[in-house]
């Protein structure tokens, strides 16, 4: 609906890059249609809270990518201290995961 292309034979990379725009892009047309609808129903000035709710997708972004970058520093950290070979430090990590964060041995 808004051109972008799906042929991606000329190149991942640059077909990211254009995604990332349209949906940047998509972003800034929704703010559109919110102003123009206010505009069409007399309404000159918004509450707070209303223009918030329009930045909910930007702030839940914003917070995963915080929270992957905290997890990343945190592993780098434990990697970093390891003592041992470094596949004995992913393979605990695998089974901590496994094992204990996302269920138990029997589960």
């Known amino acids: 609906m808004r051109g972008i292309r799906i042929n991606i034979q000329d190149g991942v990379d640059e077909w990211r890059h254009e995604l990332r725009i349209s949906i940047a892009m998509e972003s800034k047309i929704l703010l559109l249609r919110k102003v123009r609808q206010w505009k069409q129903e007399g309404i000159l000035t918004i509450s707070l809270v209303e223009f918030v709710e329009l930045l909910i997708p930007c702030i839940l972004h914003l917070e995963n990518h915080v929270g992957e970058k905290i ?24 089974a901590l995961f496994q094992k204990r964060i996302l269920g138990t041995e029997e589960h």
């Open 71 to 94: 997890l990343t520093m945190i592993l780098r950290k434990g990697l970093e201290l390891f003592h041992g070979p470094k596949k004995g430090y992913f393979e605990s990590l695998e």
